[in-house]
């Protein structure tokens, strides 16, 4: 069973940044890809970033793609998402997913683990 912990929200002004990270253990097979989802109240959850597993290949939403980085640490099981220039439009719960197998980064349901979340808060 794997275990995804997510760490580093909280709140914070418009045009401040923030740095997610998302912590894995237990993981006992080969890893494909991980993604970060968001879900804002009200509203459907929603991809974010995506990153494969050797961390060469990353995918963003349009939204974000000129303000968010994604990265990955093998050697300590981490994911981070550097956040820059946030909005409050980004205020929302912050998942980190993980997908064992080929599929679509965007999509949730090709995703077999998914952390607890992490809420972003940015204030105008």
């Known amino acids: 069973q794997v275990t995804l912990v997510e760490s580093g929200g909280g709140l914070v002004q418009a045009g401040g940044s923030l740095r997610l990270s998302c912590a894995a253990s237990?993981?006992?097979?080969?890893?494909?890809?991980t993604g970060w989802f968001r879900q804002a109240p009200g509203k459907a959850r929603e991809f974010v970033a995506g990153i494969s597993a050797s961390g060469f290949s990353t995918y963003y939403t349009h939204d974000v793609k000129d303000r968010f980085t994604i990265s990955r640490d093998n050697d300590k099981n981490t994911v981070d998402l550097q956040m820059r220039d946030l909005k409050p439009e980004d205020t929302a719960v912050y998942y980190c997913a993980e997908m064992s197998r080929d599929g679509i980064w965007t999509n949730s349901d090709n995703y077999d683990y998914w952390g607890q979340g992490t809420q972003v808060t940015v204030s105008s």
């Open positions: 237990g993981r006992t097979f080969t890893l494909y890809a």
